[in-house]
C-alpha cells in the first residue's frame, strides 16, 4: 500500500516532495493510517485534532490517543476544542455540518499560522463512492455525481485511491492502533445507511461495485470538465461587465430558456440552484423591476437585460456632519473646497460635482438613502417634484434607485448625489463663495 500511496501522490500532483503537510487526524482508522503511510515515507509533517466534545470520554480518548502518538514520534501536535452543539444550535445547522465548519476552518487558520503548504484529510475510495450515491438520491447536477475531489483549497486527499479492505489490512499488519467511533455504526446518519445497507445489496449484483463506481465518478469528472469549459465560453458571451455588475442581453437568453439544465450550469456559480431556474424563468418574462435574491447574488430585470449584482449586506447609510471637515470624512465624498468664485468661473457639467451657493448652506449636513415622501427643486424648476417621480422620469434602474444618496441642508435636499442639485441652493451671479463637493461615480446606467 505504501508504494500505491506515493504513486499516487506523484501521478495526482497533491504536493512536492519538500512540502510540509498537516495532517487532519481524528484517531480513527482512516486517520491513524494515514498518519503511519506519512512516517513511513519520511514526508515532513505535522498533526491537527479536533476535539468536538460530543462524546464525552470517548471524545476525550480520541485527543489522547493521537496526541501520544505524535509525541512518541516527535511529530508537531495542533488541537482545539469546540462547543460544537453550541455553535450548531446558533447557526441553525445540523451537528454534522457544524462540526464540518468548525474543523476546516480551524485546519486553515493552523495551516497559514504554522507555515504548511497543504492539509491532508484521509478520506478513502468508499467514501468517494458513498458520495456519489448520496447526492445522487438526494438529487444533482453533474459536478455532484464526480465524487470527492483529491485536491483544492490548500487540501488533499493522498487515500483517495484506496478502499477501506485495503486500509484495514495495512492497521493489521503494521499495528496502527485506532479508535472506532461507535456513530460509525449507527444506521440513522445517511452515510451509514448507504455503507451498512445499500452498498452490501449492490455487491450482490456486482461484487466489484467500488471500483465500479469509481470509475464512473472519473468518467462523469472527465464529462464534467467538458460541460464546463463549454459553458465557460457561453456565460462569457452572455455576461458583460457594466458599471460594476454583469449585465445579461435578455434577447439573446430567451432561447436558453427551454434547456433548465442548461440554465443551471451557466449561473450556479451566482448560487442558482435547481429550485431557482423557474425563478429565473420569470425574471426573464416579467416586467422591469422583477427580481430573485440567491443569497449573494441579485438578479434584476431592467428593460431588455438581467443585471447581476454582489449582494452585500449593509446597514442604512446615514452620515452626519457639522463642519466641511466633517463632510470630507464622509465615505463616498472624494473632496471638498469652498472657493470665491473668479470672472468667468464655469461650473463643472460632471453630475459626481455639485457646486452649491454655500451662504445657503447650513450644518449640520446630512448624507443618507432617499425615503418615500421627499421632494426638492430640480435644478431650473421652480416647482418642487418627488425623488419618486424624478428617478422614473430619469428611467433610472431599480438598482440605482434603492443606491440613491442626498445631501441635505437644514432639513432641505440640497443634491442628489451623482444626479442633480436643488434650484434653492444654485450658484448666481450673486453668490460669493461656492461649496464644490465632488462624490464617487457609482452607476450602473
Known amino acids: 500500500m505504501l508504494d500505491k500511496f506515493l504513486k499516487y501522490i506523484e ?68 488541537s482545539t476544542r469546540f462547543e460544537t452543539k453550541k455553535y450548531s444550535e446558533s447557526k441553525g445547522i445540523s451537528i454534522q455540518m457544524a462540526a464540518r465548519e468548525l474543523r476546516y476552518d480551524w485546519f486553515e487558520e493552523t495551516r497559514r499560522k504554522k507555515r504548511y503548504d497543504v492539509i491532508a484529510v484521509a478520506h478513502n475510495l468508499n467514501d468517494n463512492i458513498e458520495t456519489l450515491l448520496i447526492n445522487l438520491t438526494r438529487g444533482t447536477g453533474i459536478a455532484g455525481l464526480t465524487g470527492i475531489k483529491n485536491s483544492g483549497n490548500n487540501i488533499v486527499r493522498p487515500l483517495l485511491f484506496a478502499p477501506r479492505e485495503m486500509i484495514r489490512e495495512y492497521q493489521i499488519k503494521h499495528r496502527v492502533k485506532f479508535r472506532e467511533d461507535r456513530s460509525n455504526t449507527q444506521t440513522k446518519y445517511t452515510r451509514n445507511k448507504i455503507r451498512h445497507l445499500v452498498i452490501p445489496v449492490l455487491k450482490e449484483i456486482n461484487p466489484s461495485i467500488e471500483a465500479t463506481l469509481n470509475e464512473t465518478c472519473e ?35 430567451k432561447p436558453l430558456l427551454r434547456n433548465n439544465t442548461l440554465l443551471y450550469e451557466l449561473f450556479k456559480p451566482f448560487g442558482i440552484n435547481g429550485s431557482l431556474v423557474s425563478d429565473l424563468h420569470n425574471i426573464a418574462e416579467g416586467e422591469t423591476g422583477s427580481h430573485l435574491f440567491t443569497g449573494t447574488y441579485r438578479f434584476l430585470k431592467n428593460r431588455n437585460e438581467i443585471i447581476i449584482s454582489v449582494q452585500a449586506k449593509t446597514k442604512d447609510e446615514y452620515y452626519k456632519a457639522n463642519s466641511l471637515a466633517g463632510l470630507r470624512k464622509i465615505p463616498g465624498i472624494v473632496s471638498v473646497s469652498k472657493i470665491i468664485p473668479a470672472p468667468g468661473f464655469i461650473i463643472p457639467s460632471d453630475r459626481d460635482t455639485a457646486c452649491l451657493d454655500f451662504e445657503k448652506i447650513s450644518f449640520p449636513i446630512v448624507l443618507r438613502k432617499w425615503l418615500p415622501g421627499d421632494f426638492f427643486y430640480p435644478l431650473g424648476m421652480k416647482k418642487k417634484k418627488k425623488l419618486s417621480d424624478y428617478f422614473i422620469d430619469s428611467k433610472l434602474s431599480r438598482f440605482d434607485k434603492e443606491k440613491a444618496l442626498i445631501l441635505e441642508s437644514g432639513s432641505k435636499i440640497a443634491w442628489i448625489v451623482g444626479e442633480r442639485i436643488d434650484d434653492r441652493f444654485k450658484v448666481t451671479d450673486a453668490t460669493r463663495k461656492i461649496l464644490i463637493i465632488k462624490s464617487e461615480a457609482e452607476k450602473s446606467r
Do not use: Q, W
Not at 16 to 25: G, P, Q, S, T
Open 11 to 78: 501521478e495526482n500532483h497533491l504536493f512536492n516532495k519538500e512540502d510540509k503537510v498537516l495532517l487532519a487526524v481524528s484517531g480513527g482508522i482512516d486517520s491513524m493510517v494515514m498518519v503511519d503511510l506519512f512516517i513511513r515515507s519520511g514526508i515532513k509533517s505535522g498533526i491537527a485534532h479536533c476535539n468536538f466534545c460530543l462524546r464525552g470520554r470517548e471524545s476525550d480518548k480520541d485527543e489522547e490517543l493521537v496526541k501520544n502518538m505524535a509525541a512518541f514520534h516527535k511529530i508537531p501536535f495542533y
Open 219 to 253: 468518467r462523469l469528472g472527465a464529462t464534467n470538465d467538458i460541460v464546463n469549459y463549454f459553458t465557460d465560453k457561453l456565460r462569457k458571451s452572455l455576461l458583460k461587465e457594466k458599471d460594476g455588475n454583469l449585465a445579461m442581453n435578455i434577447t439573446r437568453l
